[in-house]
């Protein structure tokens, strides 16, 4: 269905996913954030293709769908869920709206739940006059990953840091259960082409500073004691500190302190970064 030449391949590959969760009805409703130039031409690959969809202007946010009255409810729902951002409706509305925009998604509740309770671990602050107001949006990641027994050899189905991602969602933790069920049929269906693609997207020894900047070791090998001996070559990396990422490039071990990043050169240090919340380092094979 993405056959048409102006899209670039990674819209191609990245978009896939959840048009095939639609598809076989794993989720009602896809959410996908465009980028303005692909708009039109997105429309109308989703028409041609039997799908139904509603688009949130100001966000630059699809909802896709096989009827359109999900698509409506979907984007309603976000709709309210946004007004909580500017203080314009209390917590409990947010959830109320979180909770049934994450049934259209198809998210499992365990997750749901999980989501709203990253808000008020992090999200929220409470006044007097006001009850629970928006403060900042949590770091799901890290949260994740706190909640998560067994950070080495996660099942590569359930990253979700990738743009080939088959989770459009943070899982309660990287052991869900339900997430990894939702993950697999997703996965089952894809075409094998796809299925390729999203496996060796997805594999690697990812460091998550926060949900913006990463650095991924491919073929690094396990996590030793939060030390991860990589190849320099094998290295990609999103967002990033410039001196973090350039001495990265040089080294060739990297270990991970309480809130401190140490790069090695032949077990030498040649740099140190410190970061106040803590980074973490997850292996997905
Ligand atoms: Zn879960």
Redesign the pocket.
Known sequence: MFEDIRLPVWFKESYLNEIVAVGIGLKKVARQFVPAEYISIYSNILKKNGFEFVLLTDKNYFYVSRTKEFAKKACQYEINIIMFYNNQCDFDVFCKYVRKLGVLLGF????V??YLSCWLEQGITLTEKEGKIYSSEPNYAYWSYKNTKKIYKIDFRMNNFHFHSLLSFF???YD????LDYATVLFKNLSAEQRTVVYEGLRGTFLVLDESNMVIFKDSGDIKRNVVDYNPKKVMFRGMDKLLMDSIKNGNKLELGKNKICVFKDDEVIYEYEQYSGPFLLSFC
């Not at 499992?108 to 997750?111: G, L, M, V």
């Not at 869900?176 to 997430?179: E, L, W």
């Open positions: 499992p509740d365990c997750c739940e999980f899982p309660c933790s869900c259960k339900s997430a």
